[in-house]
Nanobody, 114 residues
Framework: QVQLVESGGGLVQPGGSLRLSCAAS????????MGWYRQAPGKQRELVAS???????NYADSMKGRFTISRDNAKNTVYLQMNSLKPDDTAVYYC????????WGQGTQVTVSS
């Protein structure tokens, strides 16, 4: 079993920054990628960014240049640095670990508002 615990969400003003963390524990061998997704009210869950075990990254177009995904393999943790936040970035952000199965965290709320 795999457990994912996200942290770092909160309320931030437009133009501000947040750093999300996702710590994985449990039977996490043989996973090949971790990623961040988000879901805004009334919208489908969408990819924000992902990173493979070898370090290859992928970003949604609207996040390129503003968000950066990184990982610390020794800590089994993936991070999402979010800069220049906009009100449209308001959503619940979920961490996902891809192995033979997909595992999801419980989500962390990010609210961008003045």
């Amino acid at each position: 079993q795999v457990q994912l615990v996200e942290s770092g969400g909160g309320l931030v003003q437009p133009g501000g920054s947040l750093r999300l963390s996702c710590a994985a524990s449990g039977s996490i061998f043989s996973f090949y990628a971790m990623g961040w997704y988000r879901q805004a009210p009334g919208k489908q869950r969408e990819l924000v960014a992902s990173i493979t075990i070898s370090g290859n990254t992928n970003y949604a177009d609207s996040m390129k240049g503003r968000f950066t995904i990184s990982r610390d393999n020794a800590k089994n943790t993936v991070y999402l640095q979010m800069n220049s936040l906009k009100p449209d970035d308001t959503a619940v952000y979920y961490c996902k670990l891809s192995a033979r199965l997909d595992y999801w965290g419980q989500g962390t709320q990010v609210t961008v508002s003045s």
